[in-house]
């Protein structure tokens, strides 16, 4: 069993930045592929970005040169640096343990025009 806590979100102006974290504990020791996912309103979830226990990562295209995905091993904490954000990056954003299934309950993030 693995739990995931999001933290971070809040509100910003387009071109600003904010940085996402997911806490995670439980059994914790075999977790390789962390992601984040976000869900606009009124939209399907997509995903935003992976990264594997030896920090390989990939992006969506809508958010590549200004996301950036990192984690922490030794912590188990995954973040998500969002720079240059846009009205179009306003979702919930959930981290996401896929070897588990395991899902956060999500953080907000809302960019104002």
């Known amino acids: 069993q693995v739990q995931l806590v999001e933290s971070g979100g809040g509100w910003v102006q387009a071109g600003g930045s904010l940085t996402l974290s997911c806490a995670a504990s439980?059994?914790?020791?075999?977790?390789?592929?962390m992601a984040w996912y976000r869900r606009a309103s009124g939209k399907p979830r997509d995903l935003v970005a992976t990264i594997t226990s030896g920090s390989s990562t990939n992006y969506a295209d809508s958010v590549k040169g200004r996301f950036t995905i990192s984690r922490d091993n030794g912590k188990n904490t995954v973040h998500l640096q969002m720079n240059n954000l846009k009205p179009e990056d306003t979702a919930v954003y959930y981290c996401?343990?896929?070897?588990?299934?395991?899902w956060g309950r999500g953080t907000r993030v809302t960019v104002a025009a």
């Open positions: 996401n343990a896929p070897d588990y299934a395991a």
């Open positions: 439980g059994t914790t020791l075999s977790i390789n592929t």
